[in-house]
């Protein structure tokens, strides 16, 4: 984009320049040539009116008095039409010369002339000096042309890696404008299309967990209905029954594979991460911010450490929870990454973001990831959809201490299968 919009100016600048210069370029050698034609003219005609006079007061014509008059280098040639003798001023000239003739009033001509070397000169002096213009004219180009390019395509970069960002699920917000009408216009919409992209994944996941949560109970409820009636006297009754509950298991089954399948559909992007390339990042973005209210970041990641997870997600999730901090916290903010154990004794990897502030109120902790619930104000869907975000890659997030808020990410450790030609680190210890 910044070459064709570079081509594009230089392309511009350079048409116009040469509309312009070379038309200037044959006006301004027309002009050289016009002034000195002019110029040794008005010297004729002068020399024209001297001897007119001399004519008519039938004196001899001298060429000395009017000798001033000829150019330096220049020929001066009379001639009377009653007589056959002509008068002659300077040396013969060779080659292309400049003319001028002019009529004495007593009948006869003068006729002046000048050798065309110093004229094409000057002509080619301007010309040059055109051409200079040009030139300039395109090097001045190249430079605003350099810079409007740079100033264009480094938003449009931006946007388009923004646009990346939020296709990868990424849902924050972007701020930045670039005072450029368009593309502000451009940033408002994907900052729009953000907002309700945000909304519309929180309302799906609130949506799915409603109906399985539903479908599950009302399941489990006509399961217990059907195993009461396996146990009637009437055989027939309970052989029907038990072919209902049959049904009814083979149903539930079904359920949890398709749940199962739209949590693998949703986690599609999860992959093997390395957080100590990947947490670094993400804490650099709100470093100024925190910064510029005088707070600091600090990091604590342990090397080695893999988590399977969507990148995309993972930066939504760690942006909410240190915008959560900027926002509601006080004093130095710690983003930290390490091993844990999951609840069924599996191992899992702990992301946890705390900072120093008075945390959440009781009243309000067990409702924190509840959608349009704030405790300073804001929307309230940042902590809703980074839980729901993180669910959807098959991981956890919880809000393991109150005072000082601690917010903690439970992840999975990936498999060697997840994908293949990923080289893992050595297991550092028997499992």
Known sequence: MRRRILLAI???????????????GFSATAVVESLTREELGARARQIAATLDDEVANDRDIDLEQVELGVPTGGHLLVTLPDSEERFEFGANLQGETVTEEVPI??????????????MRTTQTQVALLVVLVVIAA??????????????????????????????????????????????????????????????L?????????????????????????????TVVPDKEVASEAQAALEQAERLADVLDDLMAAAR?????????VDLAAELPGIADEWRAPLRAVGRSLKVRIEAGLYAKVSPGRLREVIGVLLDN?????????????REGVAASGGETVVIEVADMGPGVPDELAEHVFERGVSGGGSTGLGLALARALIDSDGGRLELSVKRPATFTVFLPVPRAGDVQGVRWPAERSPR
Request: hydrophobic share 45%.
């Open 264 to 272: 693998e559909a949703r986690s599609a992007g999860a992959m093997p």
């Open 201 to 229: 994944v929180q309302r799906e996941r609130e949506l799915v967990g409603d109906v399985s949560h539903q479908l599950r109970s009302r399941l489990t409820s006509l399961q217990l209905r059907i195993e009461e009636l």
């Open 10 to 24: 230089l392309m511009a600048v350079t048409v116009t320049a040469c509309a312009l210069g070379i038309p200037l």
């Open 105 to 118: 009033v007593q009948h006869g001509t003068v006729r002046l002339s000048i050798d065309a070397g110093p």
């Open 325 to 337: 901090a900027l926002r509601h916290g006080s004093g130095t903010v710690t983003l930290a990454a």
């Open 138 to 199: 395109i090097g001045g180009g190249t430079a605003v042309a350099t810079v409007t390019a740079r100033r264009l395509a480094r938003p449009l970069r931006h946007v388009a890696d923004r646009a990346s960002r939020l296709g990868a699920g990424d849902f924050r917000l972007d701020r930045t404008r670039y005072d450029v009408e368009e593309l502000d216009s451009v940033a408002e919409a994907l900052d729009a299309s953000a907002t309700a992209l945000a909304q």
